[in-house]
């Protein structure tokens, strides 16, 4: 089984930075893609950005340029920096992972807020 523990959510002002963590831990061998989706109220979730396979990521055109992706492989935990934030980015964020990249991944986290005041 695998399990994931987001830290890092919370309050800030629009134009702030945020960093939010990601720890797996169980069975990880077989994850080879791990990352960061979002949800805000009444809106689908979506995937914010993942790395898919070995070193690639995708981010979504709306954070481009503003989010970065990394990861320790050794703490076998993602990293999602988050800079310039708006509003709009505001949402509950969900660490996922799986085996292989679908858009659909297996294992979630229990997310973490992040709101950001204008």
């Known amino acids: 089984q695998v399990r994931l523990v987001e830290s890092g959510g919370g309050l800030v002002q629009a134009g702030g930075s945020l960093r939010l963590s990601c720890a797996a831990s169980?069975?990880?061998?077989?994850?080879?893609?791990m990352g960061w989706y979002r949800q805000a109220p009444g809106k689908q979730r979506e995937l914010v950005a993942v790395?898919?396979?070995?070193?690639?990521?995708n981010y979504a055109d709306s954070v481009k340029g503003r989010f970065t992706l990394s990861r320790d492989g050794v703490k076998n935990t993602v990293y999602l920096q988050m800079n310039s934030l708006k509003p709009e980015d505001s949402a509950v964020y969900y660490c996922a992972a799986d085996r292989l990249f679908t858009g659909s991944p297996h294992y979630w986290g229990q997310g973490t807020q992040v709101t950001v005041s204008s």
């Open positions: 169980g069975t990880i061998l077989r994850l080879n893609t």
């Open positions: 790395f898919t396979s070995g070193a690639s990521a």
